[in-house]
């Protein structure tokens, strides 16, 4: 809301209030601009593929533990911790081969676009 008492209206957005701020120092400064072309692809997320492949271990050594009778000398939760760390590395190493396999298969897919690059030199303290 503007007050009817003050000479300068309000401004009504942050940008607005840029463009009515102070403007009595002026700086000239240089920007330089260069265009070339870039290469833009899509790239998998290898966390979440190590991830998914933990599951999938945990999962395979749960079903690994109960699908085969259990023996005497060893308990039901100590033949699933066993089978609980192999899986587990097994499972991530697949996770990770299988983000390598589709980040090849992406890079096929990337194409070259037109790009500006634009750089401004930091103010100079006088």
């Given at each position: 809301?503007?007050?009817?008492?003050?000479?300068?209206?309000?401004?009504v957005?942050?940008?607005?209030?840029?463009?009515?701020?102070?403007?009595?120092?002026?700086?000239?400064?240089?920007?330089?601009?260069?265009?070339?072309?870039v290469?833009?692809?899509?790239?998998?997320?290898?966390?979440s593929?190590?991830?998914?492949?933990?599951?999938?271990?945990?999962?395979?050594?749960?079903?690994?533990?109960?699908a085969?009778p259990?023996?005497?000398?060893?308990?039901?939760?100590?033949?699933?911790?066993?089978?609980l760390?192999?899986?587990?590395?097994?499972?991530?190493?697949?996770?990770?081969?299988?983000?390598?396999?589709?980040?090849?298969?992406?890079?096929?897919?990337?194409?070259?676009?037109?790009?500006?690059?634009?750089?401004?030199?930091?103010?100079?303290?006088?």
């Open positions: 809301m503007t007050d009817p008492t003050s000479a300068e209206p309000e401004p957005s942050k940008i607005e209030a840029a463009a009515t701020a102070d403007t009595t120092e002026t700086t000239e400064t240089t920007e330089t601009t260069e265009r070339g072309t290469r833009v692809r899509r790239a998998p997320k290898l966390g593929f190590l991830i998914a492949g933990l599951g999938f271990g945990v999962i395979l050594a749960l079903i690994a533990t109960f085969f259990s023996t005497p000398a060893f308990a039901t939760s100590q033949i699933f911790g066993f089978l760390l192999i899986g587990a590395v097994v499972g991530v190493a697949l996770g990770a081969v299988v983000a390598l396999i589709v980040g090849r298969v992406l890079e096929g897919r990337s194409r070259e676009v037109s790009a500006e690059r634009a750089s401004t030199p930091p103010p100079s303290e006088s």
